[in-house]
């Protein structure tokens, strides 16, 4: 307990974040209690992974979360609703989720009936996809100093959620009654960061976010939440997320002409559009993991990617098929991030506008 109590003497993340939620329980838990069905957890979810999250199973339960769990279920394979539902009848609940695969544990009182579920130990059940598995505690989310500054979030929030994805840290809490939310970007990269929140903040439409700049952190506070705009803010970003990769620096093709590549990642472009619908016009294949389509193969070389590059996602909206990246092109502004996998490592290419498209 000594490490979990070391963190929270930044008791708002990096003394940022304001915080509405409880966070004298969260010191409480940590520092003074035994361990909570959701500590217990994290000590065997894998460290190893990008994202981290848990929840209190009587939050989740909440009408407001509640409507939040079923907005999810189009993202998750349909085999797994029953996963879906030992979670909202539990005690508690932790996922981790990575490159290799997926582990969700469940701590409940009552047997689950569900194959996708698997008894870890009395009280405790697990569920992967891929190659997720529990692990143990020297490896696992409890001892990897990448979440140190998440884990008490992890701990205690009523719903809490941690990324890593590469240059930029993510922590996420929320609590149901009253719906109060907000997420913190530790980031290497303020000003990328900022344009990219504003550009996503602005897809979603919404009064109910907004954002801020805090020395090198963007803070996304919710404002006047309630559970309709939850749920619906809830499909929004989740369609965002979906399967978009951390950023790892690969190998690239030869910067296009009328390109200017400031590193491997980050190009300058006359028009982001045109890149993008020469990527639209390269046949593809779709590529599946589990019961869905994760992005397109292509079969040949374009601006920026070349053959056997897997494109993702554009600005975190999944491409499933060319006819999904081009309507995604037409749709970007001045700046713009493609997730693409090439030779195994995952990048993400960010992409600026010169000057207006013709």
């Not at 884990?151 to 809490?160: E, F, I, M, T, V």
């Not at 472009?269 to 292509?298: C, K, M």
């Amino acid at each position: 307990m000594a490490a979990m109590c070391s963190t929270l003497a930044p008791i708002c993340y990096r003394n940022s974040v304001h915080v509405r939620l409880p966070l004298i329980a969260i010191a409480s838990v940590a520092c003074h209690r035994t361990p909570t069905d959701r500590e217990h957890l994290l000590t065997q979810l894998p460290g190893d992974v990008q994202l981290v999250a848990a929840a209190d199973g009587a939050a989740l339960a909440d009408p407001a979360f509640h409507r939040v769990i079923d907005a999810a279920r189009p993202h998750l394979p349909a085999s797994w609703g029953c996963v879906l539902d030992a979670a909202l009848a539990s005690r508690a609940v932790a996922l981790a989720g990575g490159r290799a695969g997926v582990t969700v544990l469940i701590a409940t009182r009552a047997a689950p009936v569900c194959p996708q579920l698997g008894r870890l130990a009395d009280g405790t059940w697990v569920a992967t996809i891929g190659a997720g598995a529990p692990v143990p505690r020297d490896r696992s989310v409890a001892a990897d100093p990448r979440w140190d500054r998440a884990r008490a979030y992890l701990a205690s929030a009523p719903l809490a959620a941690a990324a890593d994805l590469g240059g930029r840290h993510v922590v996420l809490a929320a609590q149901p009654a009253p719906v109060d939310a907000w997420l913190a970007i530790d980031a290497g990269d303020p000003d990328a960061t900022a344009r990219d929140v504003d550009a996503v903040l602005a897809r979603l439409h919404t009064a109910k976010l907004h954002a801020e700049r805090a020395g090198d952190q963007v803070i996304v506070r919710g404002h006047l939440l309630d559970a309709d705009a939850l749920e619906g803010l809830a499909g929004e970003l989740l369609r965002l997320w979906d399967r978009v990769p951390a950023a790892v620096v690969a190998p690239a093709p030869p910067c296009p002409p009328d390109a200017r590549c400031l590193d491997p990642t980050h190009v300058e472009v006359a028009s982001i559009e045109d890149v993008l619908l020469a990527i639209a016009a390269v046949p593809g294949r779709p590529i599946v993991q589990g019961d869905d389509i994760a992005g397109v193969e292509l079969a040949g070389d374009a601006p920026l990617v070349r053959r056997g590059d897997i494109v993702f996602a554009v600005d975190a909206l999944p491409i499933r098929d060319m006819a999904a990246l081009a309507a995604a092109a037409r749709r970007v502004g001045p700046h713009a991030r493609v997730a693409i996998r090439r030779d195994g490592a995952d990048i993400v290419l960010d992409l600026t506008q010169r000057h207006a498209a013709r």
